[in-house]
């Protein structure tokens, strides 16, 4: 079903251009700024221009961030690529088309509302539009990409501390969950679906999950995937089901479907007071998970979900110059044999490893821990791996068939 007529105006062009210049969660020689209160700082730079475009709801009241049928659609944003290798050298990649597919994503934005109140509003801005550039439109090669509004948190209400307001957390939630009963109703038409989730994104997700898929036989039959990435998924030690869950369990293998990949990223082991990695902290506490004898978080490689050490595929908006002596003009830049990742586990912690493994000279711009070890490197989670996740969902898809 196409997405009931809906349209917004001009000026959501120009919020979008703006967006793809700006760039959201990109690694870059200067790294966009951000402070601890920040759970996902995605979304235009900072000085840029804050237009804001009232986007048109259904008659459910969703307003639709992306849809199939929505123009513009930061969702179907262009794919075009480049790759920048070691030695600076450059190959631009074919741009793949906006999927007819017969597959579903469902995203959740992570915490980018600069708004004054608790609560954001569902007026669409240039950071959940650059959120979507940056986290969901490369989904949509493989799958048609629905995202709704949610009054989530905002920075401001985080600020003042992580699982010390229920009443906030829940207001985000039931706007949450309003968008997907609005989806399965109106939009879902029973096709499978994958749903991914950031930050707060996830701890949503992770709520939704818990209530709506997991204990429904017949929407897990559904599920192709869900991607929760830091959000805590928690399990019991050394299992892949129970805990958030409990009937989906970790995805160990493309070929697995109706599965959870989950993981947070870190350059090394999360300090004691980290917010990610650790049972019943940071961004649990928002998907109402505490820290419980006997649980871990869950970590699942994107780069390999059968274990072992792989190479990520990292996707960044280009936000301006890449490497000296690279030309790169597409909106989306590339580093491939610049990073592995493996899941590893130390001082009740997991996290997913991610290691710098250039050559001598190579200059490419590298991700750092911006926010600070107890963060790691939770703004680019999603973008590391980005290929991967896109790839591993492509062959789920094929295994759900």
Same mark, same amino acid.
């Given at each position: 079903?196409?997405?009931?007529?809906?349209?917004?105006?001009?000026?959501?062009?120009?919020?979008?251009?703006?967006?793809?210049?700006?760039?959201?969660?990109?690694?870059?020689?200067?790294?966009?700024?951000?402070?601890?209160?920040?759970?996902?700082?995605?979304?235009?730079?900072?000085?840029?221009?804050?237009?804001?475009?009232?986007?048109?709801?259904?008659?459910?009241?969703?307003?639709?961030?992306?849809?199939?049928?929505?123009?513009?659609?930061?969702?179907?944003?262009?794919?075009?690529?480049?790759?920048?290798?070691?030695?600076?050298?450059?190959?631009?990649?074919?741009?793949?088309?906006?999927?007819?597919?017969?597959?579903?994503?469902?995203?959740?934005?992570?915490?980018?509302?600069?708004?004054?109140?608790?609560?954001?509003?569902?007026?669409?801005?240039?950071?959940?539009?650059?959120?979507?550039?940056?986290?969901?439109?490369?989904?949509?090669?493989?799958?048609?990409?629905?995202?709704?509004?949610?009054?989530?948190?905002?920075?401001?209400?985080?600020?003042?501390?992580?699982?010390?307001?229920?009443?906030?957390?829940?207001?985000?939630?039931?706007?949450?969950?309003?968008?997907?009963?609005?989806?399965?109703?109106?939009?879902?038409?029973?096709?499978?679906?994958?749903?991914?989730?950031?930050?707060?994104?996830?701890?949503?997700?992770?709520?939704?999950?818990?209530?709506?898929?997991?204990?429904?036989?017949?929407?897990?039959?559904?599920?192709?995937?869900?991607?929760?990435?830091?959000?805590?998924?928690?399990?019991?030690?050394?299992?892949?089901?129970?805990?958030?869950?409990?009937?989906?369990?970790?995805?160990?293998?493309?070929?697995?479907?109706?599965?959870?990949?989950?993981?947070?990223?870190?350059? *090394?082991?999360?300090?004691? =007071?980290?917010? &990610?990695? %650790? #049972? /019943?902290?940071? !961004?649990?506490?928002? $998907?109402?998970? +505490?820290?419980?004898?006997?649980?871990?978080?869950?970590?699942?490689?994107?780069?390999?979900?059968?274990? *072992?050490?792989?190479?990520? =595929?990292?996707? &960044?908006? %280009? #936000? /301006?110059?890449? !490497?000296?002596?690279? $030309?790169?003009? +597409?909106?989306?830049?590339?580093?491939?044999?610049?990073?592995?990742?493996?899941?590893?586990?130390?001082?009740?912690?997991?996290?997913?490893?991610?290691?710098?493994?250039?050559?001598?000279?190579?200059?490419?711009?590298?991700?750092?821990? +911006?926010?600070?070890?107890?963060?790691?490197?939770?703004?680019?989670?999603?973008?590391?791996?980005?290929?991967?996740?896109?790839?591993?969902?492509?062959?789920?898809?094929?295994?759900?068939?």
């Amino acid at each position: 079903m196409t997405a009931r007529g809906r349209s917004t105006t001009a000026a959501a062009v120009i919020v979008l251009a703006g967006a793809l210049v700006a760039g959201c969660t990109a690694a870059s020689p200067a790294p966009p700024s951000a402070t601890p209160t920040t759970v996902a700082k995605v979304g235009p730079a900072a000085g840029s221009p804050a237009p804001t475009v009232t986007a048109p709801s259904d008659a459910a009241g969703t307003v639709w961030l992306c849809a199939p049928g929505l123009v513009p659609n930061p969702c179907a944003s262009s794919l075009a690529a480049t790759s920048v290798l070691a030695d600076g050298s450059t190959m631009r990649h074919a741009t793949p088309d906006e999927t007819t597919s017969a597959f579903d994503c469902f995203y959740v934005y992570p915490t980018v509302s600069t708004e004054s109140t608790d609560n954001a509003d569902l007026t669409v801005q240039p950071a959940e539009i650059g959120a979507a550039v940056a986290q969901a439109s490369r989904f949509s090669s493989v799958c048609r990409v629905w995202a709704p509004m949610y009054r989530q948190r905002t920075e401001s209400s985080l600020a003042k501390g992580l699982g010390n307001d229920p009443t906030a957390d829940a207001t985000a939630y039931a706007s949450v969950l309003s968008g997907w009963r609005d989806y399965l109703a109106h939009d879902n038409d029973g096709r499978p679906v994958v749903l991914i989730g950031h930050s707060q994104g996830a701890a949503m997700l992770i709520r939704l999950l818990r209530s709506q898929i997991d204990p429904d036989p017949a929407l897990r039959r559904r599920l192709v995937s869900a991607i929760i990435v830091g959000g805590n998924v928690q399990v019991p030690t050394g299992s892949d089901v129970g805990g958030s869950f409990a009937h989906i369990a970790a995805c160990r293998s493309a070929g697995q479907t109706g599965c959870v990949i989950a993981y947070s990223s870190f350059l *090394g082991p999360p300090p004691t =007071d980290s917010l &990610f990695g %650790r #049972p /019943g902290t940071g !961004v649990s506490l928002q $998907s109402g998970q +505490t820290a419980s004898a006997g649980m871990e978080v869950l970590c699942t490689d994107p780069a390999d979900l059968g274990g *072992g050490t792989a190479a990520l =595929d990292p996707y &960044f908006l %280009r #936000p /301006g110059p890449t !490497v000296a002596g690279a $030309s790169v003009s +597409t909106p989306w830049v590339e580093y491939p044999d610049l990073y592995t990742a493996r899941c590893e586990s130390a001082g009740a912690a997991s996290w997913l490893q991610v290691t710098d493994i250039a050559t001598s000279g190579d200059a490419r711009p590298r991700v750092t821990d +911006t926010l600070g070890a107890q963060w790691g490197l939770h703004l680019d989670d999603i973008n590391l791996a980005l290929g991967n996740l896109v790839d591993v969902v492509a062959r789920q898809e094929v295994a759900y068939r």
